[in-house]
């Protein structure tokens, strides 16, 4: 079988948005760890996501950290706070020319409106932000809803939506149908928005099952390293 084209996003800086449930925490993590694993160093991923307070980046620095990857996540007593806590460095990976960042922003536009105080930051030609879609949950379960979704999150946030991420599952019941029926909505979604599908986002074993034919897509293999409290409780023993 033909192997899968893997997602190569060339801009510096790679913000990833979504509504809850989207699993746009996971891909932030992934894709991080991914570009890191290919020698793509300096790279730190930031932490901006104040709405879930379990499946968040911070939950993640350990791996992250083992790879070479600087985290940048609220400090001491403000780790596990569910307010913006805008550290300076945060501006400075933005706007800085050292390393490429990965932006985790919180679920839908509520997340989203802490990027508005910091439009100032971006280079408006060296980033993506890319709005994870879950074809599953139901705020992005039909196009006009991901379209409404997009332009929530664009107002809000006071930037561009570049482009979008198919990330349809259903946790341990996803199949290739699921992966597949949620790359046509995404499909149609952009087709619409005027914007591209950047890439589809599964579990490996999934994304194995699939014939690069039937997607004509490039795709990020996901890992789990978002656990629920009760499977991190498990994995400590």
């Given at each position: 079988?033909?192997?899968h084209k893997?997602?190569?996003?060339?801009?510096?800086?790679i913000?990833?948005?979504?509504?809850?449930?989207?699993?746009k925490?996971?891909?932030?993590?992934?894709?991080?760890?991914?570009l890191?694993k290919?020698?793509?160093l300096p790279?730190?991923?930031?932490?901006l996501d104040i709405v879930?307070p379990?499946?968040?980046?911070?939950?993640?620095v350990?791996?992250?950290?083992?790879?070479?990857?600087?985290?940048?996540?609220?400090?001491?007593?403000?780790?596990?706070?569910?307010?913006?806590?805008?550290r300076?460095?945060?501006?400075?990976?933005?706007?800085?020319?050292?390393g490429?960042?990965?932006?985790d922003v919180g679920?839908?536009d509520?997340?989203?409106?802490?990027?508005?105080?910091?439009v100032d930051a971006?280079d408006?030609?060296?980033?993506?932000?890319?709005?994870v879609?879950?074809?599953?949950?139901?705020?992005t379960a039909?196009?006009d809803?991901?379209l409404?979704?997009?332009s929530?999150?664009?107002a809000?946030?006071?930037?561009r939506?570049t482009g979008?991420?198919s990330n349809t599952?259903?946790?341990d019941?996803?199949?290739r149908e699921?992966?597949l029926d949620?790359f046509k909505?995404?499909?149609?979604?952009?087709?619409?928005?005027n914007?591209p599908?950047?890439f589809?986002s599964?579990?490996?074993?999934?994304?194995?099952?699939?014939n690069p034919?039937?997607?004509?897509c490039p795709v990020?293999?996901?890992?789990?390293?978002?656990?629920?409290?009760?499977?991190?409780?498990?994995e400590?023993?």
């Amino acid at each position: 079988m033909t192997r899968h084209k893997l997602a190569s996003l060339e801009k510096r800086v790679i913000l990833f948005a979504g509504g809850y449930g989207s699993g746009k925490t996971e891909v932030a993590v992934n894709y991080a760890y991914y570009l890191a694993k290919n020698g793509q160093l300096p790279l730190s991923i930031v932490d901006l996501d104040i709405v879930n307070p379990y499946f968040r980046s911070r939950e993640a620095v350990r791996p992250l950290e083992a790879v070479g990857i600087n985290v940048i996540i609220p400090s001491g007593e403000y780790c596990s706070a569910d307010t913006p806590i805008l550290r300076p460095e945060i501006r400075g990976a933005i706007g800085g020319s050292e390393g490429r960042v990965v932006i985790d922003v919180g679920g839908d536009d509520v997340g989203a409106r802490v990027l508005s105080s910091m439009v100032d930051a971006f280079d408006p030609d060296d980033y993506e932000f890319l709005l994870v879609v879950n074809a599953k949950r139901p705020f992005t379960a039909d196009v006009d809803a991901c379209l409404k979704m997009l332009s929530e999150i664009q107002a809000a946030s006071r930037l561009r939506i570049t482009g979008l991420v198919s990330n349809t599952h259903l946790i341990d019941a996803t199949d290739r149908e699921t992966v597949l029926d949620g790359f046509k909505l995404a499909h149609e979604a952009g087709q619409r928005s005027n914007l591209p599908v950047k890439f589809i986002s599964a579990l490996s074993e999934i994304l194995g099952q699939i014939n690069p034919e039937e997607i004509d897509c490039p795709v990020l293999p996901l890992s789990r390293f978002m656990l629920k409290p009760w499977e991190l409780k498990s994995e400590k023993g």
